[in-house]
């Protein structure tokens, strides 16, 4: 006999979560869970249908040959894990921006590999986050940004400003600094009012301006 068939299907679970998830707190008491390696946490208690912790903890466990499990089994095992992770470190969670270590600013691209881009006083570069530095949280409108290219000597952001069809340069400059002003983790983020008259493409310009982040 297995050690497996030794053990109630909720220690089995149990086991399991916490070998390949790491499980922690927020400051409001909600427990979420975050795969090894992976900056992206998902709440344990998600009452979405799609990707929740409790799908992905049963897919796992299939995909490992450790067993398919029913429901009263899962319940257990996830009380005891939210039990267990309310006495764990506090961490916040944060969507589409994160504040980093040593003065960076985190943009979550949205992509399933993790890979964010780390902006920092020198520049900027794609990577996955350390997920102690930085723990993402998606909703069903987090979209999938592109990731961004080096060296187009200003060419991307004339094109967008291109597409966007500002009066004047003065109206670009403000356009810029807004979008900028959309990266600061801690700060509201104001909203863009458009004027001109009909057919002026006010609304495409906030399509384009807004969903180079938002998308």
């Given amino acids: 006999m297995s050690d497996d068939d030794k053990n109630p299907a909720r220690e089995v ?17 909600t427990v979420y869970a975050q795969k090894n390696g ?6 344990i208690r998600s009452q979405g249908t799609t ?4 799908q992905e903890l049963m897919v ?42 040593d003065g960076a600013t985190w943009l979550d691209l949205g992509r399933d590999d993790g890979q964010s881009v780390r902006i920092h006083p020198t520049g900027w570069d794609v990577l996955t986050p350390d997920p102690r530095e930085v723990c993402w949280r998606r909703t069903q409108l987090t979209g999938e940004l592109p990731l961004p290219a080096k060296d187009t000597d200003g060419k991307g952001i004339d094109l967008l400003l291109r597409l966007c069809n500002f009066a004047n340069a003065e109206t670009e400059s403000l356009a810029i600094a807004w979008l900028i002003g959309c990266l600061g ?13 009909q057919g002026a493409g006010t609304s495409t310009a906030a399509g384009c301006s807004s969903g180079s982040l938002r998308a």
């Fill in 60 to 101: 796992g466990l299939f995909k490992d040959e450790r067993g398919v499990f029913n429901g009263t089994a899962l319940k257990e095992a996830l009380d005891l894990i939210e039990a267990l992770a309310l006495s764990e470190d506090v961490q916040p969670v944060h969507i589409r921006v994160a504040p980093g270590f």
């Fill in 38 to 43: 992976h900056p992206v946490a998902r709440p």
């Fill in 13 to 29: 679970i149990t086991d399991y979560a916490q070998e390949n998830f790491r499980y922690f707190r927020t400051a409001d008491g």
């Fill in 51 to 54: 990707g929740s912790h409790r």
């Fill in 185 to 197: 983790p801690s700060v509201p983020v104001p909203a863009p009012f458009l004027t001109g008259p």
